[in-house]
């Protein structure tokens, strides 16, 4: 086991991947971080499982832009106009700014798990950081840049509050925030669509058919950390939820995409507080 600060140029473990995710993570640069988050050579570098690292000040590094504001802050625009499509656009490539930070934390943060863990969540980091890029590329057409509009910090908010407990971060992270996107990414793809954004609504395709994907890594590895320690995964889901004040989530879910993320009919039925699945 060993003990590592991530910006000690004379550690030999510094080539390790989890090494790596912390220092990107510490970028505050959104697209110099998916750049080089989707050109490391991952598959090249020791993952180091048993690695304690010393988490340094400034986690997660951040652009001084977009102004950080409580959601009930955020203006209501109509996607009709201008400036409400731009916005919308706007809050999607700052979910995804997030959801790269999201990948690397879990990446680091977490020793003693299988190798296939750190791989599984790398892999999720490389695709939001596409995700992020083809928004980003997206809202330059429409003449704004990432940071021109405010934004809320509700995800990493809870990356915070799970920092000390892998279980929990599993639980309200990709299985609860994350998994929303499932949810609400359908009824953004209609609205681009009725304002003719057909490449809008293109990218949120490759985004959903991800989602689904980055939603059942959450779901695998949350299974197999209850299994380990013993755990009912329904119950403990409800316990984690109420320790950690996770949002309570309201339908219409997307259930074929769920089940496609593995939830199970006995999570989709307490999701939906009824005693089956129809």
């Known amino acids: 086991m060993t003990s590592t600060h991530p910006n000690n140029p004379q550690d030999a473990t510094q080539t390790s ?39 340094p000040a400034g986690v997660p590094g951040r652009p001084e832009r977009p102004t950080l504001v409580q959601p009930a802050a955020l203006k209501h625009r109509s996607v009709g106009t201008t400036q409400g499509h731009a916005s919308l656009i706007h809050a999607l490539t700052h979910i995804e700014a997030n959801a790269i930070n999201l990948a690397l934390d879990a990446v680091w943060r977490f020793a003693d798990m299988p190798q296939a863990y750190y791989r ?38 809870m990356a915070f509050r799970t920092q000390a407990d892998l279980l929990a971060r599993l639980a309200l992270v990709p299985r609860t925030l994350e998994a929303r ?3 609400a990414t359908p009824a953004i793809r209609t609205k681009l ?23 059942a890594t959450g779901n695998r590895w949350y299974a197999a950390v209850c299994s380990q320690r013993g755990l009912d995964p329904v ?32 999570e989709l039925a307490a999701l939906c507080g009824t005693p089956a699945i129809a």
């Open 193 to 215: 669509i009725s304002i003719g954004d057909k490449s809008g609504a293109a990218i949120l395709d490759i985004i959903l058919r991800d989602e689904i994907g980055h939603v």
């Open 235 to 266: 119950s403990t889901y409800a316990e984690l939820a109420r320790k950690h004040s996770a949002p309570v989530l309201k339908g219409p879910f997307n259930l074929a995409a769920r089940r496609a993320a593995g939830f199970t009919d006995t």
């Open 17 to 55: 991947l989890r090494v790596h995710a912390l220092q990107l993570l510490l970028l505050g640069n959104t697209q110099q971080k998916a750049e080089a988050v989707r050109a490391l050579p991952a598959n090249g570098l020791e993952v180091d499982s048993a690695q304690r690292l010393v988490e």
């Open 120 to 157: 599984d969540w790398w892999q999720v980091a490389v695709e939001e950081a596409l995700h992020f890029q083809l928004l980003q590329d997206h809202l330059h057409t429409l003449g704004h840049a990432y940071g021109d509009f405010p934004a809320h910090d509700g995800l990493w908010d």
């Open 181 to 183: 996107g499932l949810d």
